[in-house]
């Protein structure tokens, strides 16, 4: 099932402890969303990627889709105050599509399998998300206090890439706009219109690179891939 994916890079590197867009640090000498972007420049399904940027990382970040021979790139859009906005924005750009990702350009490690599971899931149900079973044990609390300890076999983590089909995510993006309603991530703002949406199962290391110990979980990746493929 062919998409667009669309991918909000409007962040900053603030829980990274970092003085610039936690996207331009560098993992082995190449910046992490050059990283993501790969996973669907060598995708043949991925039809078009489309980043919400801001204004004055913008020539950068063309800089390095020219350098990485990123051709799938079809545009830019500004990206907003919240990153509901960011992606709103790239919605409003982006020619009809059968099926849209939403993306985080900080999760470089998606698997290929999990993004065609999430485009076929989509376009049979209208909506699919990326998720991994929860771990550890988790306990409900109140001021510090544990009132119960909730069923981890119902729960679990979600990530993305977050799938729908072109029309429900579009009404779902202007209604959210409309209503002056701010959501956690794109499903939930289908979610309030009553849309089924079906979890993929995913991997953990779809990680996103948040903060520093993220980066040092990353590189081990890196690593670990590249031992595979030399084997």
Not at 158 to 170: M, R
Not at 176 to 187: I, N, P, R, S, Y
Not at 197 to 216: A, F, G, R
Request: net charge negative; aromatic share 6%; glycine share 6%.
């Amino acid at each position: 099932m062919n998409y667009t994916v669309v991918l909000p890079a409007a962040g900053s590197g603030k829980r990274m402890k970092a003085d610039k867009n936690k996207l331009l640090l560098e993992l082995f000498g190449k910046p992490i969303f050059v990283y993501t972007l790969e996973v669907f420049q060598q995708d043949p399904s991925c039809e078009a990627i489309w980043l919400a940027v801001k204004e004055e990382e913008r020539s950068m970040i063309e800089q390095n889709v020219k350098k990485y021979g990123l051709t799938k790139v079809q545009g830019y859009a500004t990206g907003g105050a919240e990153r509901q906005d960011s992606v709103r924005a790239c919605l409003e750009s982006i020619p009809p599509c059968d099926v849209v990702l939403v993306h985080d350009a900080a999760r470089p490690f998606i698997e290929p399998l999990v993004i065609s599971r999430l485009a076929a899931e989509a376009h049979a149900m209208g909506a699919a998300i990326a998720g991994v079973p929860v771990k550890d044990t988790i306990k409900k609390a109140d001021n510090g206090i544990i009132m119960e300890t909730v069923d981890r076999d119902q729960l679990w983590m979600i990530q993305t890439p977050q799938a729908f089909t072109y029309e429900l995510i579009t009404h779902a993006a202007q209604s959210a706009f409309e209503d002056g309603f701010l959501g956690t991530d794109e499903a939930m703002l289908v979610e309030r219109l009553g849309q089924p949406v079906q979890i993929v199962e995913s991997t953990y290391e779809n990680v996103k690179m948040t903060t520093p110990d993220d980066l040092v979980y990353g590189k081990a990746i890196l690593e670990s891939r590249r031992q595979e493929d030399q084997r």
